[in-house]
């Protein structure tokens, strides 16, 4: 089975309080990449509470967004009407419990061939997914496809496609 991960394709992060042009700039590719794959698509959502601010994460970065239940923290519409089943809330950057999710998978269900994350953002979440994903299943391919990523600013998503790629990520479309 192969599996596709979709990372925090929310408004927040797209056009809304953390939003950037070049994350509004792949929304096209993301629904494409989702509609043509060939598998298990996996949504994960970055939640946080309205104590947001109150918290490490909120006093490093204090915007708040991604507050449950809020507009912002909703995946955009148009992706969300091709999500099957619930995403994975997380309350952090990377998510232990979509790792300990695949590995469940892989260790009861069929193997996983190959798992491929897309979204939001490759500096951030993208990256902290991936290299927990790798340190679940590392003999699992873990791919990152470069043309549905955005990151917080370009220079910061080709340093986290360059450090993935080191640490044995295949980068595709790049």
């Not at 797209?14 to 996996?42: H, Q, Y």
Request: net charge negative.
């Amino acid at each position: 089975m192969k599996i596709l991960i979709v990372v925090d394709m929310q408004n927040d992060f797209i056009d809304g309080a953390l939003g950037t042009k070049e994350a509004v700039a792949i929304l096209p590719a993301v629904k494409a990449k989702i509609e043509d794959f060939d598998g298990r698509v996996i949504f994960t959502r970055d939640t946080h509470e309205a104590d947001y601010l109150s918290t490490q994460e909120g006093r490093n970065l204090p915007v708040e967004h991604c507050i449950k239940g809020t507009d912002g923290w909703q995946i955009n519409a148009g992706l969300d009407a091709l999500r099957k089943e619930e995403p994975v809330d997380k309350p952090a950057f990377g998510s232990v419990a979509l790792g300990q999710l695949l590995k469940a998978y892989d260790t009861y269900e069929e193997k996983i061939e190959s798992i491929t994350l897309i979204g939001l953002c490759t500096d951030i979440c993208v990256i902290s997914n991936a290299m927990i994903i790798k340190a679940f299943l590392p003999e699992t391919p873990v791919i990152v496809d470069a043309a549905c990523c955005a990151g917080v600013t370009p220079e910061s998503h080709e340093n986290a496609l360059n450090a993935m790629a080191v640490c044995q990520i295949s980068i595709e479309n790049r």
